[in-house]
């Protein structure tokens, strides 16, 4: 197993309407730092057209009986800003993009502005990619939605480049530059982690294969995650590379009894055969309100009972 289990939770960094405000969202952030979470996952739209019914349509990136969560006018917070601002307000829980459309950014501006994040919060930042499912905020970009792969990969090669070249140089089809300098580097070594999303799919698995520290499965490979992990391993190794060292998301549902409370045995009964299958970040849906009573000592049972099962 390449790392210690972990316990990650979703921040929902949107809102169907103006929620007329967003300390709500700096006090979630707070006490999953203060109740033991592991890391925090922020998602990331910059525009939206008016097609959402394409984000159910797996053939463009979507996920098969999904709905966008949001319509059109749904406020979203820019995830890199957001966390550059969370990881000031809180002093131990990582943040990843879960996912950021990458290439919807400048490469250079995007690796500078995460090795600034990293920097900053002592390397508490994870990049988790992926191609999107919506060609209107490629099309706003001003780029082709058909190229969205190629352009991610170009995205990601320039950005490890600049994070560990003192000297760096790139030449590709699409740009070329030498002799660059881009100080800081990230304090991570190898630069800031690359978390690839999608299903099994050869595009996907030569990404992940070339980038990535972990997987963010999609769709069907989600679903069903013991499946999913043995076909991605059969893929990364195809392209040569050991899939042992690859971390994997996995969501882990909370059980609650009828009075509402977390029955944690049950929640965390499926951590020891998942862990057995290879998922290394199991991923809560915390819709947790700061406010409400007990709620950082619940979350507080949560982390006990998933170190407790996990022997960590």
């Known amino acids: ?16 309407d103006d929620p007329g405000g967003w300390t709500h969202l700096v006090e979630r952030a707070k ?21 959402l019914e394409a984000y159910s349509d797996p053939k463009t990136g979507g996920l098969a009986g999904g709905r966008q969560p949001t319509g059109p006018d749904g406020h979203w917070l820019e995830p890199l800003t957001t966390i550059a601002h969370m990881t000031a307000v809180t002093e131990r829980v990582r943040f990843i993009t879960g996912i ?29 990619v992926g191609v999107g499912w919506q060609r209107e ?8 939605y058909r190229d969205r792969g190629a352009q991610l990969n170009h995205t990601l090669e320039v950005c490890q480049t600049l994070w560990s070249q003192q000297v760096a140089e790139h030449s590709s089809d699409r740009l070329q530059f030498s002799r660059i300098h881009q100080m800081p580097k990230p304090s991570q070594a190898g630069g800031v982690p690359i978390w690839v999303s999608g299903t099994v799919n050869k595009a996907s698995m030569r990404r992940l294969a070339r980038f990535g520290t972990g997987w963010i499965p999609w769709g069907p490979d989600a679903a069903d995650i013991a499946s999913g992990i043995s076909k991605m391993r059969t893929a990364v190794r195809a392209e040569g590379r050991d899939p042992g060292d690859i971390e994997v998301v996995s969501n882990l549902r909370i059980v609650t009894r009828d009075d509402g409370s977390f029955d944690i045995e049950a929640t965390m009964s499926p951590v020891p055969r998942l862990i057995e299958t290879g998922v290394t970040d199991f991923r809560l849906g915390l819709g947790f309100d700061p406010e409400a009573l007990n709620a950082e000592q ?3 049972e949560l982390v006990a009972g998933f170190d407790a099962v996990t022997g960590r």
């Open 1 to 16: 197993m390449p790392t210690t289990p972990i316990l990650s939770a979703m921040l929902i960094t949107f809102s169907a």
């Open 31 to 51: 006490l999953a730092d203060r109740a033991g979470i592991d890391r925090l996952a922020l998602a990331d739209h910059v525009v939206f057209g008016e097609n």
């Open 298 to 300: 619940r979350i507080r």
């Open 137 to 144: 905020e490629y099309e706003a970009a001003g780029l082709d």
């Open 100 to 128: 950021l459309i990458a290439a919807l950014r400048r490469p250079v501006v995007l690796a500078k502005t995460l090795a600034t994040i990293d920097v900053l919060s002592g390397g508490r930042v994870d990049l988790g």
